[in-house]
């Protein structure tokens, strides 16, 4: 087969499909958990919690083999009812003295079943199996359970799970499309069992027990299996109850089941059942409407390197309105490659290419633009960052400096006395060994001319979107949005004293849990403990000693800093400024590099990294250390776009104009970099990996020159 297939959302190459059939051929064959561990393994599906989509996997092999392109092994006999609940043998606990009203029961309170493990599990399974309508019924998939406790005894049970595949009510209410529910569908979570004890006659104790668990499911349910539930959904018989107890607890009731159970497909032979939603958050149906983007199949940037066609790979996938325009970019990325250091005309070979080229980037429709032009980048990037472990973003600002081109609109000020240009903020992939994978992100923009300059305290009393530093959030939820399509791979995103923002901090928690925050920090906060940060590590005793290797500055050679490394937990408070100061504290976890004895004459290093990654040890706080010093890379490639592209010398009417042109360049200097990068990660990479057979002719050629120049004079 010479053509990929897309099943369950999952792209299977050719060479995936052949290794499983090849896996199938042999003796004994494998099994069909081994084969869903295997396409798990090759296409990094996992789930949120790290763990391999096997269930899911398992289904599109299935799909697979109806579509006759896959034959998979006999099933395996399974013992009947082994999935049913188990009775622990043990009788029901007694209850003593169970008041009437629900203020009256002393220490009312859940108990977490932490698994099968856990001495109360078999308890769970007796209270359900002997009083609940469902008995032994099992519990599939995803699944929370809670014992009801009190000093009277154990007044009952609660069971969630998996919310129902398709649920025509439910899916009205949300107003979600297909891809969107497939995508949100593990936020919404079933409460498939509730049960109060037949002995227990107590007013209101079903909604004061719903309050309580609604109130820690999400937590509970995000520390088990790494997802933050948003909806959960329930059924009511309603030839046996009338669900008043969820109607004064706030659930909405939105319609009735079909009768056709949990299959679907079959007759309506169930019974009909009221179905009841709960929101756990405001914005719940609009979150779960998102549109999910498809998963990724990695790729790694070795291959990308070696591809013949890899401009077709990084810009093939652009949409521009017209097949045309999309052939015209890449055939410029290809211009562009073939001499980086050229003037944009000068990278055509004659006039007809140029006028193409130019009539792209003068084009007066809205399609083209640097954010379209880079669309295909950035997903061609995800791909390479999901098949790494851990990816780091370092994100940095850079200006541009376009002083000699006075006619050009849409420019605005660089600063005090240096001119008018752009300014780009620009979120870049790295492997931790320095390696770039990609942009991710870019956005450039011209300064509005600063008429009267703003008092500080009015500057921080401005919510955060108003500043030009919501930039550095907006990186970062660019990248939580590609942490959820890569949940195995951790992405640590790094700023320097810039991005040392409130806000981000904040956001951590509540993010991907693969995402992590690494910020140098700039404010001297202040602590719950009363203290300033700066202070309270200053007490910390020295944890470790290493040395640093700083690059090249401004004016200072490369260097090596002998360092001393302390680290903790602090809890920061917000700023006291505007509605900030109703904001909870945020928890970080704080690694600070200073340098005791610098030379003479140079800014010793003083580095206060701030994380939401714990920190054990001194082999961890160091790790953190050594992930800040890739965030250099981010300005060798900007060295690479100015100096290597000369970005700073094109001529065009409009900022806009400059803003396309600059797309390109971006992912030229990020594949010159990456070359280099690789080349000195991997020496023994093949050389035609990053290089054709003609630019390594010239290369020979050129180092015969040199050698024969060398010994000529020698």
Known sequence: MSESIVVCRREFHPEVLEHLNALTRQEPPPTRNMLAREVCAHLAWYSPDGRAATSSAKVALRKLERRGVLRLPERAMRSAGRHRLRRSDQPLPALAGVPSRVDQIRA????????????????????????????????????????????????????????????????????????????????????SRLLIRQEVRCANLVSKVLSLVLARLPEDWHERYRVRPLLVETYV???????LSLSVSNWLRVG?????????????????????????????????????????????????????????????????GDRRRKRRAVNILAARWQNPSASFYGSFSDWSPAKGAYGLIEHKGPEISLASLLSAHQETTQRRMAAEAVVLLAQDTTSLNYSGLRQTTGLGPLGEARGHGLWVHSLLALRPDGVPLGVLDAQCWGREPVVTSTPRRGRNAK???????????????????????????QLVVMADREGDLYELHQAAPDGPPNLHPLVRAQHNRNLVSHQKLWAHMAALPCGHRRTVEVP?????????????VRWDRVEITPPAVGCKRSWPPAGVWVVWVQEPNPPAGVEPLDWMLLSDLPV???QAAWQRVE?????????????????????????????????????????????????????????????????????????????????????HWS
């Open 256 to 320: 009735v089941s079909s009768g056709r159970g949990r299959l679907g497909t079959g007759p309506a032979d169930k019974t009909l059942k009221d179905v009841w939603l709960y929101p756990l958050h405001g914005r719940c149906r609009q979150q779960l409407q998102e549109e999910v983007p498809a998963p990724l199949t990695p790729r790694s940037v070795e291959q990308n390197l070696a591809q013949a066609e890899w401009c077709e790979g990084e810009m093939g996938g652009v949409d521009l």
């Open 108 to 191: 009312l309170q859940l108990h977490l079943i932490a698994g099968p493990e856990d001495p109360r599990h078999g308890l769970w399974n007796d209270l359900i199996i002997e009083q609940h309508p469902c008995g032994d019924a099992p519990l599939v998939g995803t699944q929370l359970r809670y014992l009801i406790g009190s000093e009277h005894g154990w007044l009952g049970a609660l069971g969630f799970g998996p919310a129902a595949f398709v649920l025509a009510s439910r899916d009205q209410w949300i107003g979600w499309s297909v891809g969107a529910r497939l995508g949100h569908l593990r936020q919404v979570v079933g409460l």
């Open 237 to 243: 018989d309603r030839s046996q109850f009338k669900g």
């Open 616 to 618: 054990p040890n001194a």
């Open 627 to 711: 992930w800040y010093c890739r965030r250099w890379t981010i300005e060798e490639w900007h060295r690479v776009l100015k100096s290597g592209c000369g970005v700073e010398q094109r001529e065009f009417r409009t900022a806009e104009h400059l803003q396309r042109v600059l797309a390109f360049d971006l992912i030229v200097a990020w594949r010159v970099l990456a070359c280099v990068k690789v080349g000195r990660a991997m020496p023994q990479l093949p050389a035609t990996v990053l290089y054709t057979l003609e630019e390594l002719e010239v290369l020979r050629a050129a180092s015969k020159k040199k050698a024969s120049c060398h010994r």
């Open 552 to 564: 090249r500055r401004a004016g200072q050679p490369a260097r090596t800093a002998a360092v001393e």
């Open 463 to 489: 919510s955060i979107d108003e500043k030009e530093s919501y930039r550095w959030v907006q990186m970062y939820q660019q990248a939580a949005a590609a942490a959820r399509r890569m949940p195995q791979t």
